[in-house]
């Protein structure tokens, strides 16, 4: 649901306008540290379309330093998580420094910056509005909560914003539904990318070889399975030329790369065989810095102790491969073997799951009370001398485009991002993958501090 994020310092009235729009008289009151959601965001009742109304104010209060660190913490949480932010400012007291210092934040969310005047309960008040302007957000739009005056014109305007985001949203999901899913099936060379990609076709499309290398390009290739579009991007190695020999698998990798990039989720094709390689753990590393949900794909499981209880080596295989790629946690695998055509339905199985599980996406209120949760049963031990790590607030920031499988952000304010330990932050994913079942996608954080600038 859209939400729309009310912005201001303190005392320009943003509790009035946030009772308003939701439809309730008595003011609520933010005396509790750690604010979740809950106590401050409620479905708008004002507008024609459905959309969630967030009052910042008092998110930023335990950072007790001053409002000013206070406002712009606020400032910043709504520009990361709101679709549409109200910025509220006060027609009796006119324009003040801290309005200007706001702006100065905003600004770079201009587009989704609606500039609104409070208490402009009468005509004097209509007089200090165009000084409003000078923020560079227009004239804004003046209205009274207190007097229940311009309401209409907020709730059309608010309208009026959700519906281009919708629009938006429409068309980026028809573009999925005409693209269908991009797989990119990866791998080193002769791991049995070109096999898998036949066998999930089940023709032979694809010329596959002995060498290793032999593969002419990456292709796309575009298919329908179970009346579902999909798209498979085929990195396969580069034609092997004898002067080119020691650069085969730095081209490849190269190629994977790309592939990775425009996937919605990869197919890590393991020899397991041949076992993890050295390669194979550099490609992997792509898949995780690009943030991409993956199967990994245990393929030439036939000639893997092929004499063995099925179960058995699956087991030890298992550990191998998770010992191997640990940092690929998140990936659940399948052992197949392409060239027989055994198991290739397993893959599919996987991607429907993943793609299914990963529409849930966490509501801020339930991520809050579960990190909120998370740190006091075990709470982030303090350095000699240095403070303890506070969580103001998290949000999931969902990347921005409409995707297949959607891959969420958690974003964190914190009160000093520096006091976050990696172990810490383990934590929290451990905690965050337990309660919420979305295998094959990656848990990953963005850690943000009012000292710091955002780098993770
Ligand atoms: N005259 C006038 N007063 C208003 C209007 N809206 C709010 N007020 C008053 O302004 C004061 C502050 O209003 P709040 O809604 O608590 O302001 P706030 O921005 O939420 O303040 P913080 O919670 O401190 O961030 C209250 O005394 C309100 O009655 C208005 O439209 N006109
Ligand atoms: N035994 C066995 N061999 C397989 C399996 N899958 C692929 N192979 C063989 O492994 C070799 C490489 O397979 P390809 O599909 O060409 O591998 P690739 O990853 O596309 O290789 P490049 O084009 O070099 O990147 C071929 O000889 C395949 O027949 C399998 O499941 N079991």
């Given at each position: 649901m859209p939400e729309i994020a009310i912005v201001g310092r303190p005392n320009v009235g943003k509790s009035a306008l946030f009772n308003r729009l939701v439809g309730r008289r008595i003011a609520i009151v933010h005396d509790m540290p750690g604010v979740t959601r809950d106590r401050i965001a409620a479905p708008s009742q004002l507008t024609k379309t459905a959309c969630t109304i967030v009052d910042?104010?008092?998110?930023?209060?335990?950072?007790?330093?001053?409002f000013g660190a206070q406002v712009t913490t606020e400032a910043d949480i709504a520009m990361s998580t709101?679709?549409?932010?109200?910025f509220v400012v006060d027609a009796q007291d006119g324009l003040t420094t801290i309005d200007q210092s706001l702006a100065q934040r905003m600004r770079k969310a201009k587009g989704k910056v609606q500039l609104i005047v409070n208490k402009a309960d009468n005509a004097e008040a209509d007089a200090v509005i165009?000084?409003?302007a000078r923020m560079g957000f227009g004239a804004g739009l003046p209205v009274s909560a207190a007097h229940g005056k311009g309401m209409q014109q907020l709730a059309d305007t608010i309208d009026g914003h959700v519906a281009h985001l919708e629009q938006e949203r429409e068309d980026a999901e028809e573009k999925v539904s005409r693209e269908g899913l991009k797989i990119a099936i990866i791998g080193r060379p002769n791991a049995g990318k070109s096999s898998l990609t036949n066998a999930i076709l089940k023709d032979d499309r694809t010329i596959v070889s002995e060498v290793a290398g032999t593969t002419r390009d990456s292709i796309d290739i575009p298919y329908e399975r179970l009346g579902e579009q999909h798209t498979i991007i085929d990195t396969a190695g580069i034609r092997r030329r004898t002067k080119m020999d020691s650069s085969v698998e730095v081209f490849s990798s190269m190629r994977a790369e790309r592939s990775i990039r425009r996937?919605?989720?990869?197919?890590?094709?393991?020899?397991v065989a041949a076992g993890v390689t050295a390669q194979d753990r550099k490609i992997a590393r792509m898949v995780l810095a690009e943030k991409k949900p993956c199967v990994i794909v245990l393929n030439?499981?036939?000639?893997?102790?092929?004499?063995?209880?099925r179960s058995a080596r699956l087991e030890e295989a298992e550990e191998h491969v998770r010992k191997e790629l640990f940092f690929l946690a998140y990936a659940p695998f399948v052992a197949v073997s392409a060239k027989n055509r055994q198991s290739v339905g397993l893959v599919f199985e996987q991607i429907t799951y993943i793609r299914k599980q990963a529409q849930n996406v966490i509501g801020t209120g339930q991520l809050n009370r579960l990190l909120q949760d998370s740190m006091q049963k075990y709470p982030p031990q303090a350095k000699k001398g240095q403070k303890r790590m506070k969580l103001l607030y998290a949000t999931t920031a969902v990347n921005d485009h409409y995707t297949a499988i959607p891959v969420p952000t958690y974003v964190l304010f914190v009160n000093d991002k520096r006091l976050l330990a990696e172990s810490y932050e383990q934590y929290l994913a451990n905690r965050i993958r337990e309660h919420f079942d979305?295998?094959?996608v990656p848990v990953t954080f963005s850690v943000r501090s009012r000292n710091n600038k955002p780098s993770r």
């Open positions: 910042t104010g008092g998110i930023g209060a335990m950072l007790d330093d001053g709101a679709d549409l932010i109200l165009g000084d409003f996937a919605d989720i990869c197919l890590l094709v393991i020899d030439k499981f036939d000639l893997y102790h092929p004499d063995g209880n979305t295998p094959g």
